[in-house]
C-alpha cells in the first residue's frame, strides 16, 4: 500500500523512506518476498531511539510519519497504516 501511494506520487515530489528495526538478514528477506520501489534503510536498536524523538513515546511498532520538506513532522501514525490514512495525508501534502 505504501509503495503505490509513493509511485502515485513521487512525480509530485512524494519521496518513502523505510526505516527497518530489525536484523540486516530478516530485512533481505523481507524485501524478497515484498520487494518496494523506495529506499529502506536499516536503522538497528538505534532507530528505537529515532523513533522516540519524532513522537512515538513507547517505541511501538510500527509507527508512520509524515515529514515535510522543511523536516516539520505532518502527522504520525502508531500502529496499521490504512488507505484512508494515506489519503488525508496527500490532501495535506499537495493540497487537494
Not at 503505490?4 to 509530485?12: D, T
Not at 524478497?32 to 531511539?49: C, H, S
Amino acid at each position: 500500500m505504501i509503495d503505490a501511494f509513493f509511485k502515485q506520487n513521487a512525480a509530485n515530489g512524494l519521496q518513502v523512506l523505510g526505516l527497518a528495526i530489525d536484523q540486516p538478514s530478516a530485512v533481505r528477506k523481507f524485501l524478497q518476498r515484498t520487494p518496494v520501489g523506495y529506499e529502506i534503510g536499516l536503522a538497528g536498536m538505534g532507530g528505537t531511539e529515532m523513533v522516540r524523538q519524532l513522537g512515538n513515546a513507547q517505541g511501538g511498532l510500527p509507527f508512520t510519519v509524515s515529514i515535510s520538506a522543511g523536516g516539520e513532522v505532518l502527522a504520525r501514525k502508531m500502529g496499521k497504516l490504512e488507505p484512508p490514512d494515506l489519503e488525508g495525508w496527500r490532501r495535506e501534502l499537495f493540497h487537494g
